[in-house]
């Protein structure tokens, strides 16, 4: 593969994820680019673990880089805030304008100022984005329940790049979830379903026996 195979992948990747470029910057793409292809020079950039190792590192850099979101949702709280303010106040001059008699039958009526109307629509679109949030930590902990305990920080790095969606109940998409991660590691870690509890105790059975008796 090719630095600007790595490059296209990793700028059609982020615009699929919404991963803004304040966040994961034109720089670090290239120099992501540059490192993902010496590390992997004979591979496909088409292959399906390549694709997925892609995915897992741009997620991880994308998380760390969004450590600054507390920041972001108290410029969030302040604007919902300031639209509350302007929309009471929008309110009262729609209400006092009903109240005044009619002069003819073309009267104005009040309108949404563009400033305001942005405010809703960043509004709208933040409010989308939690709804999706809280439902994926939702589907994320149903699926967890279908997967053996160890396995769970692997199911969390898996479910990063899950396109949760709002129209499908959690338990549906839970499901949907579990069995791509089964179909696409069963290789290599076997079956993730949850151990029964006679066979937690007899795995630990087992690796008690193997430790060396030691005399006292």
Excluded: W
Excluded at 50 to 62: E, G, K, P, R, V
Excluded at 65 to 86: C, L, N, P
Excluded at 162 to 174: C, G, I, L, P
């Amino acid at each position: 593969m090719t630095k600007e195979d790595v490059l296209q992948k990793a700028k059609d990747y982020c615009d699929e994820k919404g991963y803004n470029a304040e966040t994961l910057t034109d720089d670090f793409k290239d120099k992501f680019a540059d490192f993902f292809a010496k590390k992997n020079p004979d591979a496909d950039i088409n292959d399906e673990n390549i694709i997925a190792d892609l995915h897992f590192n741009l997620n991880t850099a994308f998380s760390a880089a969004s450590k600054g979101i507390t920041s972001k949702q108290q410029a969030y709280d302040a604007m919902v805030e300031e639209k509350d303010r302007q929309i009471e106040e929008l309110n009262k001059q729609v209400s006092n304008a009903n109240k005044k008699p009619k002069q003819n039958a073309q009267q104005t009526q009040p309108t949404i100022s563009d400033e305001i109307q942005a405010k809703l629509d960043r509004l709208e679109q933040f409010e989308k984005e939690a709804r999706i949030r809280d439902k994926a930590k939702e589907v994320l902990e149903l699926a967890k329940k279908n997967v053996r305990k160890d396995l769970h920080k692997s199911l969390e790095n898996y479910a990063a790049d899950f396109a949760v969606t709002v129209d499908e109940t959690s338990e549906e998409q839970a499901k949907k979830l579990t069995e791509r991660f089964q179909a696409i590691f069963r290789d290599s870690i076997g079956s993730i379903k949850p151990l029964a509890p006679k066979q937690t105790t007899k795995q630990d059975n087992d690796y008690l026996a193997e430790l060396p008796k030691v005399k006292v």
